[in-house]
C-alpha cells in the first residue's frame, strides 16, 4: 500500500453519532449483530442483520437526523483527508537501525526503505502501546 491509502476519519466521526434504535425505531442490539452492509449510496446509514433469515435494519448515523445533510454522496469522499501525505515518519533511532541492515534488504526494497523519513520527536514504546486508550480501562485492584 502507498501512502495515499490511508486516510483520516476525524471529519467523518464529527458527522455521524452511535444510535441506540434504527429508521423504524426498533431497539439496535449491537452485541448481537452477525453482518454489517455499507453502501456507498448512502453513507450515513448502516445496515446490520442479527440473522440471516431477516431483512437488514437500516441505522442512519447522521449526526442531524431529518436535516438535509451537508454531504451529499458526491461530496462525502472530500471528508476524507490523506492521513501522511508525505508518509509516516518512525522513531529516528528505528530509521538508524533499518538503515544499517539495507545491506541485508533485496534490491527491489531498498527504494522503500530509503525514503523513510525519522522523526527525532516519537518515541518508540517497545511494550507496542504509547497511546492513550479510546475507553476507560478496568484497573487490576
Given at each position: 500500500m502507498e501512502?495515499?491509502?490511508?486516510?483520516?476519519t476525524?471529519?467523518?466521526e464529527?458527522?455521524?453519532?452511535?444510535r441506540k434504535?434504527d429508521?423504524?425505531?426498533?431497539k439496535?442490539?449491537w452485541?448481537?449483530?452477525?453482518?454489517?452492509e455499507v453502501?456507498k449510496?448512502?453513507?450515513f446509514s448502516?445496515?446490520m442483520r442479527t440473522?440471516?433469515?431477516?431483512?437488514?435494519q437500516?441505522?442512519?448515523?447522521?449526526k442531524?437526523r431529518?436535516?438535509?445533510?451537508?454531504y451529499?454522496?458526491?461530496?462525502?469522499?472530500?471528508l476524507?483527508?490523506?492521513?501522511?501525505?508525505n508518509g509516516?515518519p518512525i522513531?529516528?533511532?528505528?530509521?538508524e537501525?533499518?538503515k544499517s541492515?539495507?545491506?541485508f534488504i533485496?534490491?527491489d526494497?531498498?527504494?522503500?526503505y530509503k525514503?523513510?523519513?525519522?522523526d527525532p520527536?516519537?518515541?518508540e514504546?517497545?511494550?507496542?502501546?504509547?497511546?492513550?486508550?479510546?475507553?476507560p480501562l478496568?484497573?487490576d485492584?
Amino acid at each position: 500500500m502507498e501512502s495515499e491509502n490511508f486516510f483520516s476519519t476525524a471529519a467523518i466521526e464529527k458527522a455521524i453519532v452511535n444510535r441506540k434504535v434504527d429508521t423504524e425505531n426498533i431497539k439496535v442490539n449491537w452485541l448481537k449483530i452477525r453482518e454489517i452492509e455499507v453502501l456507498k449510496k448512502k453513507p450515513f446509514s448502516i445496515f446490520m442483520r442479527t440473522d440471516f433469515e431477516t431483512a437488514a435494519q437500516e441505522i442512519n448515523i447522521e449526526k442531524k437526523r431529518g436535516m438535509p445533510s451537508n454531504y451529499s454522496n458526491s461530496n462525502f469522499s472530500k471528508l476524507l483527508e490523506s492521513l501522511w501525505p508525505n508518509g509516516k515518519p518512525i522513531a529516528e533511532k528505528k530509521l538508524e537501525d533499518l538503515k544499517s541492515l539495507l545491506c541485508f534488504i533485496p534490491k527491489d526494497a531498498k527504494k522503500f526503505y530509503k525514503n523513510l523519513i525519522g522523526d527525532p520527536y516519537i518515541e518508540e514504546d517497545i511494550n507496542g502501546f504509547n497511546a492513550q486508550p479510546d475507553f476507560p480501562l478496568e484497573n487490576d485492584d
